[in-house]
């Protein structure tokens, strides 16, 4: 256990923290990620004028208890090659895991890597052979195809149901993809970025039993399983099949406590062989300072994440009663996981253009649309709702200004 300790301090999600130099995706990356464009594109707004609520990352400071980690780390001066050898890593992960989803593996089911994009980049690589497909669920994070494109397989898109927000499998559409022989593999967002699903045991166990009886392994990618409502809880899907050893599951605090940058993630890896070729191949070397940040996150993140919890509740209820009552034609549901509101807001916007340069050019905000997401997320906006209040009253307003006008706007409700 690192040393640090702190008391329940309040920590201050309101204030603003000037991110620029500091080579951020969040304020320099936005021309390349969102709209392929170089960094001489220009925008009616200046840099700093934005409002930015696209990549999901958060505009709070990482937890103090992990910075004096970090800082604790630096203080041995030496930043040589490290992995994680320390028994106290896997013991503050276990401890996490009982605490929180009361599921646990043996230790030497876990590895690391160097964030869960790439895991999942190898892990597919691993288990596909050429000509196989990979099987995902629509809209997507975008990254789980990049997965299947980096790995030249086939990509096979389930369209989940949508009646008005509510998103459901589709299981009938899932389970004849499942039966392709080709699909080797699928991946699956639990819970699920961008719709912010919860899914429940009984999904989690058909969406198993379905690919398991299919031959199909699974790479759970549970990223989002600490960014919950206050109340809600997190169900790992290879806690409900204990007897099988062809879930892997992808978790990492890094998102939870924003240092996503750190790149950091867990792998737990059941299956024998596959993990066999995980140690030959995969490149071992960890970052220091990751490793002690992910380390005090689960030893000392419990009182931030409950305050954090509450203040993106109530986040999600400005936005809810901002939607309510400036665009009561769009479709939006408080989700029970992630800090990212999903809306649809075909009702309002305009037709045949790219929503985000639209909204960058028109209103001065930076937000990821429902086509950036593989399939199926037409007609969507995602919003970033991890951001002090503040900025995120002013990107509402700045958002029904360009859909519905400047009256309503100013019109906007505080919340108390
Ligand atoms: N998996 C999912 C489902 C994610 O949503 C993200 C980040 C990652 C993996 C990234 O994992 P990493 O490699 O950082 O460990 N999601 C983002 C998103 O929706 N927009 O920006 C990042």
């Known amino acids: 256990m690192t040393k640090i300790s702190r008391i329940n301090a309040p920590y201050d999600f309101d204030e603003l923290i000037d991110r620029t130099g500091t080579n951020a995706m969040n304020t320099d990356g ?27 990352d958060m505009d709070f400071a990482t937890p103090p208890e992990i910075l004096d980690a970090v ?16 028994p106290a890593y896997y013991e503050a992960v276990a401890s996490w895991m009982e605490r929180y989803y009361d599921w646990s593996f043996p230790k030497e089911h876990l590895e690391t890597s160097n964030g869960i994009i790439p895991a999942l980049y190898e892990l597919v690589e691993y288990i596909c052979e050429k000509n196989d497909k990979m099987l995902i669920l629509t809209p997507s994070y975008g990254f789980f195809k990049s997965a299947a494109d980096h790995n030249q397989l086939e990509l096979v898109c389930s369209d989940m149901l949508n009646e008005q927000g509510q998103y459901t499998i589709d299981f009938d559409d899932f389970e004849a993809k499942a039966k392709d022989e080709k699909v080797r593999v699928c991946i699956f967002c639990n819970p699920h970025n961008p719709s912010g699903r919860i899914w429940s045991t009984e999904e989690l166990k058909r969406v198993g039993e379905i690919c398991l009886s299919n031959d199909v392994w699974i790479i759970s990618d549970e990223i989002h399983c600490d960014l919950l409502r206050t109340g809600k809880r997190h169900t790992p899907l290879a806690k409900l099949f204990p007897d099988t050893d062809r879930i892997i599951t992808c978790m990492s605090p890094s998102k939870t406590f924003n240092m996503a940058g750190l790149m950091f993630s867990n792998v737990i890896i059941p299956n ?13 070397f960890k970052n220091p300072l990751s490793i002690a940040a992910t380390q005090a996150a689960y030893e000392h993140g419990d009182e931030w994440l409950k305050q954090l919890k509450s203040y993106l509740d109530d986040n999600f209820m400005v936005v809810d009663q901002y939607v309510k009552q400036h665009l009561p034609l769009a479709v939006f549901h408080i989700p029970d996981a992630t800090y990212l509101a999903w809306i649809d807001i075909t009702a309002y916007a305009p037709k045949d253009v790219s929503l985000p340069l639209f909204f960058a050019q028109q209103a001065g905000v930076l937000l990821e649309d429902g086509r950036m997401f593989v399939a199926n997320g037409e007609g969507y906006i995602r919003l970033n709702l991890a951001c002090p209040r ?26 108390v």
């Open 30 to 56: 936005f021309r390349q990620y969102i709209f392929n464009a170089p960094s001489e594109m220009k925008f009616p707004f200046k840099d700093d004028e934005f409002i930015r609520m696209w990549i999901a």
């Open 71 to 86: 800082k604790e780390r630096l203080d041995r001066r030496i930043m040589g090659y490290s992995q994680v050898f320390d």
């Open 272 to 284: 024998k062989a596959l993990r066999d070729i995980w140690q030959a191949r995969h490149y071992g």
């Open 390 to 415: 503040s900025v995120l009253e002013e990107g509402l307003r700045r958002i029904v200004r360009v859909l519905v006008g400047q009256k309503q706007a100013d019109e906007m409700p505080v919340f």
